[in-house]
């Protein structure tokens, strides 16, 4: 990264990205949400990139880069490391131009996610266990062979084709008074940020932008606070598209001085805010996706006024996506499972079947066993897993319990 410099992109570089990037990103959608608008009180659109190409926003900072290399530079083609969005958003772009791309991903990846890069084009080379130890073998990779190494957020013509997606806000929405943007490594809401505040100059209409990251990855949070660049240990989380320890060294001083706040959010907010996407908006979301949606549920945002939430990607693995639509149940109050100590005599089960039933209770899932630890030898323990309508049916559900005498304990 020797041609860092700590100027982000100019108002006119950002606009002449958008002339390139418009050759192979879509437009994306946006749309207003009755729900969420209800929660912050004010109106609020989603501006869609889960439905942009390759799934992500990354397609724009990706090919405004690789546009920018010299011919000598192509000719010795790109290489990356990601665990998804960025190794599809350059597989896809060297492909349009016609440069060869290596792209080195963790060893575990999510099928998807090697599938699609292939798919764009790109020779993967699946190495160590994480993306850390990846780009570690994608800058040895540079080294030795020329190909020039693209990176995910920390450059600036990067920034400037994330930038775009600014524009596009500001177009679709004239009256935005805040938009809220999940950060990672700080590419996505550095472009965003910085193009909103340089069109602020021209319009003199202030834009609020707030950042949302994952609580157990949070570096933002920590260096805006002691008002210096610092890592954390970052833990995991589901929200793996932002799970970054460090800000980027460009991208930090751009939202040093043009963003107005950074909130967390755990991976249970996340998890629900996914659900509520996919049942509210039918849209399917990725945890990373997600986080400026938890932020507004969790009510961490107010007084916001007339509110865009990026939805920064949609690529999640099935299975996955099973595992979390789960725990966004549980986080939501809607899957509850309960234990109920019974005499060990016949129709007891029957009984509480009864209750659950006369209650609108669905049991999906249900142990009885005589072998648990602290039980008389007189008593089963039966454990339910019961889908619930939220809170309120919750207690109902409970409370119907007690009244004929049972005494159930709850894990949420």
């Known amino acids: 990264m020797s041609d860092l410099t700590l100027a982000g992109p100019t108002l006119r570089e950002i606009e002449e990205a958008r002339g390139r990037v418009a050759k192979v990103a879509r437009v994306t959608p946006m749309e207003s949400s009755q729900f969420l608008a209800d929660v912050l009180g004010s109106p609020v659109y989603l501006k869609c990139e889960n439905l942009q190409r390759t799934g992500s926003y990354k397609i724009r900072g990706a090919y405004n880069r690789l546009t920018q290399l010299s011919d000598d530079e192509k000719a010795r083609g790109v290489v990356a490391a990601s665990a998804g969005n960025h190794a599809q958003g350059v597989a896809l772009a060297a492909r349009e131009l016609g440069i060869k791309a290596t792209i080195f991903m963790p060893v575990g990846v999510a099928l998807p996610k090697l599938q699609a890069t292939r798919h764009y084009g790109a020779d993967v080379v699946l190495s160590g266990h994480n993306v850390e130890q990846a780009l570690l073998a994608a800058g040895e990779f540079s080294a030795s062979t020329g190909a020039v190494f693209i990176p995910p957020f920390d450059h600036a013509d990067v920034v400037a084709g994330q930038g775009t997606l600014g524009l596009e806000i500001l177009e679709q929405v004239p009256d935005v008074d805040t938009v809220i943007v999940p950060i990672g490594g700080g590419g ?20 609020r932008v707030i950042g949302v990251q994952a609580a157990n990855a949070a570096p933002y949070a920590l260096s805006l606070t002691r008002g210096e ?9 589901i929200a793996d598209g932002i799970a970054v320890a460090r800000p980027g060294i460009l991208n930090f001083e751009i939202v040093k001085k043009t963003v ?10 996340t998890a629900r805010a996914m659900l509520v996407m996919l049942e509210r908006a039918k849209l399917v979301v990725e945890a990373a996706g997600a986080v400026g949606v938890a932020a507004v549920l969790t009510e961490q945002v107010r007084d916001l006024g007339t509110t865009v939430i990026v939805l920064s990607g949609g690529n999640i693995d099935p299975l996955m996506m099973e595992r979390i639509i789960s725990r966004g149940l549980v986080a939501a109050e809607r899957y509850l499972k309960l234990r109920v100590m019974l005499p060990d005599r016949p129709g007891q089960l029957t009984r509480v079947s009864e209750i659950l039933s006369d209650a609108n209770a669905n049991v999906v899932e249900v142990l009885h066993t005589r072998h648990g630890r ?20 919750v207690e109902d559900v409970l409370q119907r319990l007690r009244d004929a005498g049972f005494t159930p304990n709850v894990d949420f």
């Open 188 to 207: 996505l809401i550095s472009g965003v940020a910085s193009a909103l505040a340089q069109m602020a100059e021209v319009t003199g209409r202030r834009v």
């Open 229 to 237: 660049l610092t890592g954390v240990d970052a833990q995991p989380t």
């Open 260 to 269: 107005d706040e950074v909130v967390t959010v755990g991976d249970d907010d």
């Open 374 to 393: 602290g039980l008389q030898i007189s008593e089963v323990e039966l454990e339910l897993s019961v889908e619930t309508r939220g809170p309120d049916h």
